[in-house]
């Protein structure tokens, strides 16, 4: 039966070299799911919405927009990120290819169709209106 004594060297030199071994190690890093995940939960949010959307002036650049915080979420989530990439390079990838087709929609309705309609067309204007005032509530 062996019994082991530690003197105060043997213990203090030991406790040394446990902090050094733990403050060696990197600082773990997290995981970029979240942001993708919710960059993706925004593609499709923007894919859904954008139907209707799209054809009220102005407020059909709203699900660009939630494509843009997709793309936001999406890098922010990559950055630092050691595990759970593939996620969020999804997201990214999704929220990147919606927002440059959101965007070129939203800009193509408003300036080439619904402007010049609304501006010629007393009773679409009525009509855009009232379906603004249905979905904002207002």
Do not use: C, K
Not at 35 to 42: C, E, T
Not at 61 to 66: V, Y
Not at 76 to 99: E, I, K, N, P, W
Not at 115 to 124: M, S, T, V, W
Request: aromatic share 2%.
């Amino acid at each position: 039966m062996s019994t082991t004594h530690l003197t105060p060297s043997t213990a203090g030199h030991r406790e040394q070299a446990a902090t050094s071994r733990n403050s060696a190690a990197p600082a773990p890093q997290g995981s970029a799911t979240g942001g993708g995940v919710l960059a993706l939960v925004l593609s499709g949010v923007a894919l859904l919405t954008a139907p209707v959307l799209l054809l009220l002036p102005s407020i059909g650049f709203a699900p660009a927009l939630a494509a843009a915080a997709g793309i936001v979420l999406a890098a922010t989530g990559l950055r630092g990120a050691t595990h759970g990439r593939g996620v969020a390079v999804t997201g990214l990838v999704v929220s990147t290819l919606l927002f440059v087709v959101l965007l070129g929609a939203a800009v193509v309705w408003n300036l080439g169709v619904a402007g010049p309609a609304i501006r010629d067309y007393a009773e679409l204007h009525e009509a855009i209106d009232r379906v603004r005032s249905i979905v904002l509530g207002a």
